[in-house]
T-cell receptor, first 113, second 109 residues
Framework: DTGVSQDPRHKITKRGQNVTFRCDPI?????LYWYRQTLGQGPEFLTY????????KSRLLSDRFSAERPKGSFSTLEIQRTEQGDSAMYLC???????????FGSGTQLSVL | DQQVKQNSPSLSVQEGRISILNCDYT??????FLWYKKYPAEGPTFLIS?????DKNEDGRFTVFLNKSAKHLSLHIVPSQPGDSAVYFC????????FGTGTRLTIIP
């Protein structure tokens, strides 16, 4: 499978715990994005990387959130001290810069109890 | 500040008829527009796109129309099939994609 892979698919955690999600993009794609989607809304931009450089962060990304892409390949998104409002689907996508298509993974569904 | 708007949260269409999904945007800096389709528990999948220099792009049963002066785009699906039932997101690009809130399309057999 050469698509965008996200792990885990589902995460249930208690309020106050830390969680980390992983994304493996399509290997030849240099640009990687994180989005968040809540019920009834479209995906909302969180941050993106060009190779290992984090180029933009949304104001939605509070200081409890941190994303890394240390070697320009896979990326991790960590949420510290989770809150119930963090419950959402977290989507990762990588960009085929040749035709400007964004390919999404299946997402990580986070539930904070 | 919702820069990309899909004002119809849901749409039901008879199988074989035309489905028309609409999208409006406010930011004139957007230069590329895309439609994505999403099934439950899956990530969005790319459907069709259009550059701001064009007013129409067609791919099989799917056609996207862009009216820059009205800041409006639409997706036409004809003929509609039951497998088209999904949530459709319009998205606009300026370095990153900004998505609308989606329209749930239901095709009635």
């Amino acid at each position: 499978d050469t698509g965008v892979s996200q792990d885990p698919r589902h995460k249930i955690t208690k309020r106050g715990q830390n969680v980390t999600f992983r994304c493996d993009p399509i290997s030849e794609h240099n640009r990687l994005y994180w989005y968040r989607q809540t019920l009834g809304q479209g995906p909302e931009f969180l941050t993106y990387f060009q190779n290992e450089a984090q180029l933009e962060k949304s104001r939605l990304l509070s200081d409890r959130f941190s994303a890394e892409r240390p070697k320009g390949s896979f990326s991790t998104l960590e949420i510290q001290r989770t809150e119930q409002g963090d419950s959402a689907m977290y989507l990762c996508a990588s960009l085929d810069s040749y035709n400007e298509k964004l390919f999404f993974g299946s997402g990580t569904q986070l539930s904070v109890l | 500040d919702q820069q990309v708007k899909q004002n119809s949260p849901s749409l039901s269409v008879q199988e074989g008829r035309i489905s028309i999904l609409n999208c409006d945007y406010t930011n004139s800096m957007f230069d590329y527009f895309l439609w994505y389709k999403k099934y439950p528990a899956e990530g969005p999948t790319f459907l069709i796109s259009i550059s701001s220099i064009k007013d129409k792009n067609e791919d099989g049963r799917f056609t996207v129309f862009l009216n820059k002066s009205a800041k409006h785009l639409s997706l036409h699906i004809v003929p509609s099939q039951p497998g088209d039932s999904a949530v459709y997101f319009c998205a606009a690009e300026n370095e990153k994609l900004t998505f609308g809130t989606g329209t749930r399309l239901t095709i009635i057999p």
